[in-house]
């Protein structure tokens, strides 16, 4: 990936992700503090807290003012426009993929960058891709949609591309190509348990010792 | 403000957050551990979320010990006198206002010295206020009071004091004097917020569509 | 203690932490993403949070693939035997009593190597061996079990076992004797408080005030 497309796409990713908290919010009947807090909070949340484990500190997103100032446009954007952007689930669904596909890979890189082991690296990927969307559960008191039955696989996804990142670089494979299969893979992965309705089995019951 | 100024305030302000915290726990029937972390919590949440952001470890909460043996003390008289506390709600209001003033500005300081830019400053000095409050309601399973529509104005009046010295500060005009005007003018705007129950909006409703 | 001795009971206390966590999400419903997400939370999350405040990152937790591993076998182990693991509660909660122990010593050590004060490292020793426990029950949902009224004591015995250790310390007794009888004090405390229904006060009622 040239690190052109890399920035625009994270712009992308971040700009959805924080759509969805911003939505999130208007769901809930949260008011304009509430909003920007969701939107700011999804949007960044999984990249800060890589960046507090790894050490990096002040995390990627107080270093640059476009990773501040693109959440809070989304904020005002679901602000007036949320019917309309509700409209748009299903484009907003295959975006949020994008930032995920995205998120999961330079999540991993960084964390390789920055010397930790494949399987610390694999875990702060999905971290950086999944976090913000937990921790927007949280504060909004919902049961976060990754720890539930019924939500198509998210994390999943995620966790693939962030190991074909990491075995790709113990090979020392980790070319940008390489990267951008990774993203597209996780992306396109996200996007197909979208569709058919994919998730995760819950707990494995015994047909024997439950009669 | 002269320093001493600053920490008498500071210590007040610390005290009055721990006592928010305890007596939530008191209200929400919760242990004399639920009080004692509630009370930490909420007094040192916002803070050492900041320290961790911009990178000063230990936060500046692990420094002094009196910064944990205040809110410890909050904590049992909360215990003890919560009846008494709790007909007090209005003179603890106006104490915590103070302490959300003065936090917005020392955070909002603290963050440009650390060389972080203005916007991102903003919004840590809003983190330092109401940060603590944030994490006591997601720690007591209260919908965080700052994202609700019916309280009043909380993160704003922290907003507008952060940027008055975030402004200041790049105009070189960030004096002891400006900072305190600053604290005081977030705590007024906080107060008369109360009194007049002001709020934020919640997000904007077409009526032509909805109809 | 012997370095071996503490590594071998470092892993059973995250094999049962972990275990703890996956439980709660078989309990819940979630899905095999959440049984992981939760163990790896409960497991690691107290030692996370002292890392991170005392600035020793990236966290131990980070530092040696055994600390991810042995959570995800426990997540694996849960989500097949889960009936099996109930039925274990008691023996699972003897030897979450032995993680407690454990951590509440190890985390207040640590903290006292980083030149943290004694009732800092009190502090962070009980959130060693809490932290990740409040984690978990904040993600599910839960309201966190050391808060409320009427389960037994588990944060006392963790601040008891810190406070013996800070105390040496300062004395400069810190021998791995002193260390090892603390952290079998706190044990022993736990389990006798769970035996007999040792549970903390909650706020104190002036009985002629409520009258």
């Known amino acids: 990936m040239s690190g052109a497309m890399v920035t625009v796409l994270e712009f992308v990713g971040i700009y959805v992700f924080a759509t969805s ?28 807290l890589r960046d507090l484990i790894i050490g990096d500190t002040p995390p990627a997103a107080f270093t640059n003012v476009a990773y501040l100032v693109i959440p809070l446009v989304a904020a005002v954007v679901t602000f007036f426009a949320h019917p309309l952007v509700r409209r748009l689930t299903f484009t907003v669904l295959v975006f949020d993929a994008a930032g995920l596909g995205l998120f999961c890979v330079t999540g991993t890189l960084k ?39 019924d939500t198509e696989l998210y994390a999943i996804p995620a966790a693939v591309g962030a190991v074909m990142v990491a075995v790709a670089h113990e ?41």
Chains 1, 2, 3 share one sequence.
């Open 171 to 211: 090979a020392d494979l980790a070319t940008p190509v390489v990267a951008a299969g990774a993203a597209t893979f996780a992306f396109l992965f996200r996007v197909v348990a979208m569709v058919r309705h994919w998730t995760a089995p819950s707990a494995w019951e015994p047909r024997r010792r439950q009669d």
């Open 21 to 48: 908290g911003a939505l999130l919010a208007v769901h809930k009947g949260f008011d304009a503090v509430g909003i920007v807090i969701l939107a700011l909070l999804t949007a960044l949340g999984g990249g800060i």
């Open 111 to 149: 964390a390789l960058d920055f010397h930790l082991g494949p399987v610390q690296a694999v875990l702060l990927g999905i971290t950086t891709a999944v976090g913000g969307g937990v921790l927007r559960d949280i504060t909004a008191r919902e049961t976060p949609a990754l720890l539930v039955v």
